[in-house]
């Protein structure tokens, strides 16, 4: 059997798609492994770029964007690994990273799930892990949670120095052990994009499975490449899924609640854009994308969060 098994889903994202594989070629020349590019319908010539350039990347080519989970679940059907390594296209691994991901899963049994810490371009640490959506996620301010509660609210802001058990990863990069997989199952495709690896680690947890950060094994992330190119919809999708993990996995009462008082909140940030708007005068870039941000999250759930809007609306 495969050791591990890399799958990178794509979408419009040629170039840095090909630095993600050759860092894959790179830096891990001592496992036994195989690549699946799944691509979303790209039309930016990444398949040509994949046939050409790495004749043994195993390619599944969509005829349509069937999204994030869709996409993986479609290579987590076929591969041969006993792990699976799901990576952002956006992500490049370091010297080692794989390696020693590799070693803790196969001398920690028990974790369904481990991911890296994420790197910014200049080698600052990026939010890798994340706590399951609830109330007091959703409606305070996390950074202020992380401060308070560090360890209840693991963060960036403290440098691990060894794995700690977490509720959730960041999915950018994260390996997956195939038995955990064949006792919870795949990726719920519910989830167009956004919060599908929370979900499976949510899944992963129930079964009694664990999920861990490592943070030896790093890995730069040039964070969202696809979901940049439409910011607004993208936000628009987040609370698609966001609404969706509350439904499927909060009682209803929190469900209801995280309906009711989300928009409020989305209210309150967009009246408080304003006045930093008028007081710049519109010149900070910054305040106006988070102006137009909040604008149309605040029409979508005006016009009773319509499915057609969003990314999704964009691609077909």
């Given at each position: ?11 419009n994202t040629r170039d840095i798609l090909i630095n993600c594989l050759n ?294």
């Open positions: 059997m495969v050791d591990i098994s890399f799958i990178i889903v794509n979408w860092s894959i070629y790179k830096t891990v020349t001592d496992i036994d492994q195989e690549i699946y590019v799944v691509d979303n319908n790209s039309t930016d010539g990444s398949q040509d770029a994949v046939k050409n350039g790495f004749p043994d990347v195993k390619l599944i080519e969509n005829s349509t964007n069937t999204g994030f989970a869709h996409a993986n679940n479609q290579a987590l059907n076929v591969m041969q690994g006993r792990f699976a390594v799901l990576l952002n296209s956006d992500a490049v691994l370091q010297e080692g990273a794989i390696k020693s991901l590799l070693a803790f899963m196969v001398n920690t049994p028990g974790a369904g799930i481990a991911g890296v810490q994420l790197l910014n371009e200049d080698g600052s640490r990026q939010n890798s892990i994340d706590n399951f959506p609830s109330l007091e996620t959703e409606l305070l301010n996390k950074s202020i949670l992380r401060m308070i509660f560090p360890n209840k609210y693991p963060g960036k802001a403290v440098n691990y120095n060894t794995p700690i058990e977490v509720d959730s990863v960041i999915g950018a990069c994260m390996m997956v052990r195939k038995e955990a997989m064949d006792s919870v199952g795949f990726l719920d495709e519910e989830y167009f994009i956004f919060l599908e690896e929370t979900d499976w680690c949510f899944r992963m947890s129930k079964k009694g499975w664990k999920v861990y950060h490592v943070p030896d094994s790093r890995v730069f992330h040039l964070s969202g490449h696809s979901k940049k190119k439409t910011p607004g919809e993208s936000q628009i999708e987040y609370y698609k899924s966001l609404y969706k993990f509350f439904k499927k996995n909060r009682c209803t009462v929190s469900y209801l609640l995280i309906r009711i008082l989300k928009p409020c909140k989305i209210f309150i940030n967009l009246l408080l854009n304003i006045i930093g708007n008028l007081i710049t005068l519109f010149q900070n870039e910054k305040l106006r994308n988070r102006l137009l941000k909040y604008h149309k999250l605040l029409i979508w759930h005006l016009l009773l969060c319509p499915d057609n809007m969003g990314i999704r609306k964009n691609l077909f």
